[in-house]
């Protein structure tokens, strides 16, 4: 079993920045990704970017250009700076890891609030 723990969800103003952080109990897995989801009420959960323990990144449309995603594999934490955020990113963030041809995994998420 691995826990997912996140930090750094919060309120800004529209424009402003975040950092979210998730950290992974455990490192012992093989090739994987890591990355960041969002959900608001009614809607489905969606990718906003993840990154693989390769180091390949992909983005979701919304966010390329604004957020960055990164992995400390020393730290097994993955983060996710969110510049330029705009009120359409308030949501639920939840920290996702998929191991190839293992588990699957969520944080508890975390709240984003962009007020305008």
């Known amino acids: 079993q691995v826990q997912l723990v996140e930090s750094g969800g919060g309120f800004v103003q529209a424009g402003g920045s975040l950092r979210l952080a998730c950290a992974a109990s455990?490192?012992?897995?093989?090739?994987?990704?890591m990355g960041w989801y969002r959900q608001t009420p009614g809607k489905p959960r969606e990718l906003v970017a993840q990154?693989?323990?390769?180091?390949?990144?992909t983005y979701a449309d919304s966010v390329k250009g604004r957020f960055t995603i990164s992995r400390d594999n020393a730290k097994n934490t993955v983060y996710l700076q969110m510049n330029s955020l705009k009120p359409e990113d308030t949501s639920v963030y939840y920290c996702?890891?998929?191991?190839?041809?293992?588990?699957?995994?969520w944080g508890q998420g975390t709240q984003v609030t962009v007020s305008s």
């Open positions: 996702n890891l998929r191991v190839i041809g293992g588990g699957y995994y």
């Open positions: 990154v693989s323990s390769s180091g390949t990144t």
């Open positions: 455990r490192s012992d897995f093989g090739f994987n990704y």
